[in-house]
C-alpha cells in the first residue's frame, strides 16, 4: 500500500518562500499537488511525470505558473513544490497525491486521477 508524508508547511509573510516535500513508498509514475482552503474545493496546483531520459512532463494550475517549481527525486521517491513569491490566496492546506497509472493522459490536475493521498501539511500566508 502506497504511503505518503507531507513536510515543510508554515506561516510565511506575502513574498516568501516555502519548500515541500513528500516522501512516498511504492512505484509512483505520476505525483501531484492539491490544496484546499477552509469552504473550498480542493483544487490541483502541479503534477509531474517522469518520461524517460530524464525528461519529466509537467502542468501547473494557471494561478501558480512562474512562482511554483514541482519537482521529484526518483532515487530518493520524494515530490517537492518550491513556492515562491507566495500570496495571502496561496494559504490552504496542501496535499501530496500519486498513481501508479504510467501516460501523461493519466497525470492531470484531476483529482479523480490520484488514488493514493498523504494528509496534508498547512501553508498560511499573511499579508
Known amino acids: 500500500q502506497v504511503q505518503l508524508v507531507e513536510s515543510g508547511g508554515g506561516s510565511v509573510q506575502a513574498g516568501g518562500s516555502l519548500r515541500l516535500s513528500c516522501s512516498a513508498s511504492?512505484?509512483?509514475?505520476?505525483m501531484g499537488w492539491f490544496r484546499q482552503a477552509p469552504g473550498k474545493e480542493r483544487e490541483g496546483v502541479a503534477t509531474i511525470a517522469t518520461i524517460g531520459g530524464g525528461t519529466h512532463y509537467t502542468t501547473y494550475a494557471d494561478s501558480v505558473k512562474g512562482r511554483f517549481t514541482i519537482s521529484r527525486d526518483n532515487a530518493k521517491n520524494t515530490l517537492y513544490l518550491q513556492m515562491n513569491s507566495l500570496k495571502p490566496e496561496d494559504t490552504a492546506m496542501y496535499y501530496c497525491a500519486a498513481s501508479s497509472r504510467y501516460g501523461s493522459s493519466w497525470c492531470e490536475r484531476l483529482e479523480a486521477n490520484f488514488p493514493y493521498w498523504g494528509q496534508g501539511t498547512q501553508v498560511t500566508v499573511s499579508s
Open positions: 511504492g512505484a509512483l509514475y505520476c
